[in-house]
C-alpha cells in the first residue's frame, strides 16, 4: 500500500510563478548510454528553452534520442547512462539534484504521459487507485478530497460516467479511454511541464484527434508548457508552437511551427515531409524516399551526421560537422552548410543531380536505392 | 452505416476475386459470439489494389485473413479463379495457397530469428519441392534482388542484422518467392518509420507492376490508402460503408463516417485551417452487442430515427461510388435538421417501428462503456 510511504513533499523550490515566462532551460544535455559494444551517444548536446503555456514539438525518426531527451530531463534514465549539461527548471538545476530530491517534482512540476496507455496504468490496481496515488504523495488532502479531486480530473479528461470508472480496471476501458486516464493521472497535482511521448501513436486516428485536442485544452486552462514528442509532423504541426527536429542525438532544426513549414531550411526536415504520402495528392504519386539509414551513435561521422543521406551533400559536410546556424527568422536555427531554399542549396543539388547521386535521384523521383544491411 | 448487399459489386468476369456475403464470428464469453465480419462483399479486378480500411477492431484485417482461409469464414464465399476457397477442404485448399500470399504487420516478428534470410525466403519453395538447389538459389537471388536487397549481402544474414523496414523487405521477397496472384498487405508499414514507410510503398508499387500482382491493401492510415489504392472500401464494426475510387472518395466522401475518418487526419501544415468538429466522438461500440440499423448511427451527426430501425444498403452514389447510409454526404437527401435526432435523442412519430434492444448502449459516449476491447485473433 501506499499508505506506509506516505509524506507530503514540501512545495518544490523555483520560481513558478507566471510573471516568469522561462520555464525551461537545456544547455548541451549529452546523454551516452555506456553498452558492450561502446558509449551510445544517444543525446549529443542539445540546447533549448520552453516557456510557459507553450508546445514545443520534438519531432524525429526512432533511434533519433528524441524520448531518451525528455526522459533525461525528467531524469528517468537507467544506471547505464551518462548524463551532462545543464537543466534548469523554475531557475532549479535539476541536473544537479538525486532521485530522492526528484521525487518532489515528478507528479507535481514535471509529468509524463507514455505512448502505450496499456503499460502504463498497473493492470491490477482499480482506477481511482490510480489517480488518488500521486495525490496522496504530493498533497495533504484527505480522503474525500482525494475521491473529489479524482472525480473531477476524470470529468475534465471528459470520460464519461467518471464515478463509475473510478472503481473499473484498466482493461475494462479502451485504449482511447485508457489513454485519458493517464492523462488525467499526468495532470492531477498540475504540473508546469508535461511531457508527452507519442501519446497518439497507438490510437485510433479518430481517438487520436480528442486525445490532441483533449491535451490542448487541458494546457490552455492550465497555462501548462507541454513537450509533444512524434515521429509524425503531422501530428505536431497543427498542435505546436516551435518545433524541433531532432537527427543522431543533435537538434538539426528548430522554429515557431508556422516558420519551419514555411521556410525549411535542412534537408532532413523537407525530406521527412516529402517523403509522408499526403491525402491532397492523387493516388499512386511517387513518394520521395530518404535512402540509406541513421548513422551509427557509437561512432557518428565526424562531418554532417545527415550528410550519407542527404541529397544536397558537398565534400564540406562530410568533413566539416555545421553549427547550429541563424535563419533570418528569429528563433529559427539549423543545422546544414547547404541549407535548402538558398542558392547554395540549390546549386548543391544541380550538381549532386548532374552527378547522378543515389540519393538525390532518390530524392526527387523516388527511385528506388540500395539499401544493403551496413 | 451498415451494408449490407452487393450494388458495388461488378460483373464476375471482370474480377479475379470476389468475396460474397462474408461472415466471421469468433466464440466470446457465455456462448455470445462476435460478429468481426458481418457480411461484407467486395470484388478485386485483376491488377488492381483494394484499400480497406478502418479504425482497429472494425474488421478489416479479420475480412483479409478469411479471404486466405485463415480461418475460413462461418458464411459467405471467396471466389478466385472460378472456384469457391471457403468450399475447399485439405489438399484441394492447400493447393490454392500459393496463389495467395501474405505480409504482415511487425516484419520482426514474422521472420525466425534463427534462420538465415535465404533460408527463410527459400522455404516456400521447399515446402513445394519446387526445382532444384540451384533453381531454388536463382529464385531466391531474385526474390531478394526485386525487393532491393543484395542477395550476395543479404544471404547468409539473420534477421537481427537487418533494420525493420529490411525485414519487411525479406517479408515481401518471401511471399513473392511463389509467384502469388494476389498479395494481401495487412498493415506493412504501420511498424516503419516514416522514411522507411516510403521506400516500401514506392517499392510495393514497382513489384505489382513487375509481377503483375493483385492487392489487398490494409491500413488504418488514410494517407497511405489514397496513395496506393485503385479502389477504397471503408469498414466500420464488421461492415462496410463506402467504396469508392480513391479520388472520388477523399474529393468527396458520402459516407458521414468517411468524412469523419478524413477529418481526423493529421494535415502537415500548420497554416491549415482549423477543422470544425463534425468528428465522430466516442469510440467503437462493443461488437458484442451492435447497435441496432446502421451500426454507425450511434456516433453519427447526421443520424434519425430511421437509422436505428433500417439497415442501409449499399447503393450507387456516383461514378463507382457506393454508400451504405441513409443520408449520405452526396446523392442522397439531407436529414431535415427540424427532425435531426441526435442517436439517443427520443423518437419522434415517423415511422417508428423499432425499440432499441435493452442491452444496447444508445449515447455515443457510452457505447464503450464497461466492454472489453475485442481482440480478434491475429487482428492488428
Known amino acids: 500500500m501506499i499508505r506506509s510511504r506516505r509524506r507530503v513533499a514540501p512545495p518544490p523550490s523555483g520560481d513558478f510563478t507566471s510573471t516568469n515566462r522561462r520555464l525551461l532551460e537545456v544547455d548541451d544535455l549529452k546523454t551516452h548510454f555506456r553498452t558492450p559494444r561502446g558509449l551510445v551517444r544517444a543525446v549529443d548536446g542539445v540546447s533549448f528553452t520552453l516557456d510557459r503555456g507553450r508546445t514545443l514539438g520534438l519531432v524525429g525518426e526512432s533511434g533519433c534520442g528524441k524520448s531518451v531527451l525528455s526522459r533525461s530531463i525528467m531524469g528517468l534514465l537507467p544506471s547505464t547512462a551518462d548524463r551532462s549539461g545543464e537543466i534548469r527548471f523554475g531557475g532549479i538545476r535539476l541536473d544537479e539534484l538525486g532521485p530522492k530530491a526528484l521525487r518532489d517534482y515528478w507528479g507535481t512540476q514535471l509529468s509524463m504521459v507514455f505512448q502505450d496507455p496499456m503499460t502504463s496504468l498497473n493492470p491490477v490496481m482499480k482506477i481511482g487507485r490510480q489517480i488518488a496515488e500521486s495525490l496522496e504523495v504530493h498533497t495533504d488532502m484527505d480522503k474525500d478530497q482525494i475521491r473529489e479531486t479524482a472525480l ?53 486516428v479518430t481517438v487520436q484527434a480528442q486525445i490532441l485536442d483533449l491535451l490542448g485544452e487541458q494546457q490552455r486552462e492550465r ?152 | 452505416m451498415a451494408g449490407t448487399g452487393t450494388a458495388h459489386l461488378r460483373d464476375a468476369n471482370e474480377t479475379l476475386l470476389r468475396v460474397e456475403h462474408l461472415v466471421v464470428d469468433f466464440p466470446a464469453a457465455r456462448g455470445a459470439k462476435v460478429s468481426a465480419v458481418a457480411d461484407v462483399s467486395f470484388d478485386i479486378a485483376e491488377g488492381e489494389t483494394l484499400g480497406l480500411v478502418g479504425e482497429s477492431g472494425c474488421g478489416k484485417s479479420t475480412a483479409a485473413r478469411a479471404v486466405m482461409q485463415l480461418p475460413a469464414p462461418t458464411a459467405g464465399k471467396v471466389i478466385f479463379e472460378g472456384k469457391d476457397l471457403a468450399a475447399l477442404h485439405g489438399e484441394a485448399l492447400r493447393r490454392m495457397r500459393p496463389r495467395i500470399q501474405i505480409v504482415f504487420q511487425d516484419p520482426i516478428s514474422s521472420l525466425n530469428p534463427r534462420r ?161 468538429s463534425t468528428l465522430v466522438s466516442g469510440e467503437l461500440p462493443s461488437p458484442l452487442s451492435p447497435p441496432s440499423g446502421c451500426r454507425f448511427r450511434t456516433r453519427c451527426p447526421r443520424a434519425q430515427e430511421r437509422c436505428a430501425v433500417e439497415e442501409p444498403q449499399i447503393r450507387p452514389v456516383g461514378e463507382g461510388q457506393y454508400v451504405a447510409c441513409h443520408f449520405p454526404l452526396v446523392g442522397g437527401t439531407a436529414p431535415d435538421p427540424e427532425t435531426a435526432v441526435a442517436a439517443s435523442g427520443p423518437a419522434s412519430g415517423g415511422n417508428g417501428a423499432g425499440s432499441e434492444s435493452p442491452g444496447e448502449t444508445d449515447s455515443p459516449s457510452d457505447a464503450p462503456a464497461g466492454t472489453p476491447e475485442l481482440t480478434t485473433p491475429g487482428g492488428p
Open chain 2, 116 to 276: 538465415t534470410v535465404e533460408s527463410i525466403v527459400g522455404a516456400p519453395l521447399k515446402i513445394w519441392k519446387l526445382g532444384d538447389e540451384a533453381d531454388r538459389r536463382t529464385q531466391i537471388d531474385e526474390a531478394l534482388d526485386a525487393v532491393g536487397l543484395d542477395p550476395d549481402v543479404a544471404r547468409d544474414k539473420r534477421p537481427h542484422e537487418f533494420s525493420g523496414g529490411q525485414c519487411q523487405r525479406i517479408c515481401i521477397a518471401r511471399s513473392l518467392v511463389l509467384n502469388p496472384k494476389v498479395l494481401i498487405c495487412d498493415e506493412p508499414v504501420s511498424a516503419l518509420d516514416v522514411s522507411v514507410q516510403a521506400q516500401i510503398l514506392n517499392l510495393l508499387e514497382d513489384l505489382k507492376e513487375r509481377y503483375g500482382l493483385t492487392m489487398v491493401f490494409i491500413t488504418h492510415d488514410l494517407a497511405v490508402v489514397k496513395n496506393v489504392s485503385d479502389r477504397v472500401a471503408v469498414m466500420y464494426l464488421g461492415k462496410i460503408c463506402e467504396i469508392a475510387g480513391p479520388d472520388t472518395l477523399y474529393a468527396s466522401p458520402a459516407h458521414p463516417y468517411t468524412a469523419a475518418l478524413l477529418s481526423s487526419i493529421p494535415v502537415p501544415d500548420p497554416e491549415a485551417p482549423p477543422r470544425v
Open chain 1, 152 to 204: 473531477s480530473l476524470l470529468r475534465s479528461v471528459h470520460i464519461p460516467e467518471a464515478e463509475r470508472r473510478l472503481n473499473q480496471y484498466p482493461h475494462e476501458l479502451s485504449g482511447g479511454m485508457r489513454q485519458r486516464v493517464v492523462i488525467a493521472i499526468a495532470l492531477a497535482c498540475g504540473p508546469a511541464l508535461l511531457f508527452a511521448d507519442e501519446p497518439t501513436t497507438a490510437l485510433d
Open chain 1, 223 to 374: 497555462d501548462m508548457a507541454v513537450v509533444l514528442v512524434s515521429h509524425d509532423l503531422g501530428v505536431v504541426a497543427g498542435r505546436t508552437h516551435d518545433i524541433a527536429v531532432m537527427y543522431a542525438g543533435q537538434i538539426v532544426e528548430m522554429a515557431p511551427t508556422r516558420t519551419l513549414f514555411a521556410e525549411v531550411r535542412m534537408p532532413y526536415t523537407e525530406a521527412l515531409l516529402q517523403s509522408a504520402p499526403r491525402v491532397e495528392n492523387p493516388s499512386h504519386t511517387r513518394l520521395a524516399v530518404i535512402g540509406g539509414r541513421p548513422p551509427d551513435l557509437i561512432d557518428p561521422p565526424k562531418g554532417c551526421r545527415f550528410a550519407a543521406r542527404c541529397p544536397y551533400v558537398q565534400p564540406r559536410c562530410r568533413e566539416e560537422q555545421p553549427p547550429l546556424i541563424e535563419a533570418d527568422t528569429p528563433g529559427h536555427v539549423f543545422r546544414c552548410w547547404y541549407p535548402v531554399g538558398t542558392d547554395k542549396g540549390r546549386e548543391a543539388l544541380e550538381k549532386n543531380l548532374a552527378a547522378e547521386l543515389p540519393q538525390a535521384e532518390a530524392a526527387v523521383t523516388g527511385a528506388a536505392v540500395a539499401v544493403e544491411a551496413s
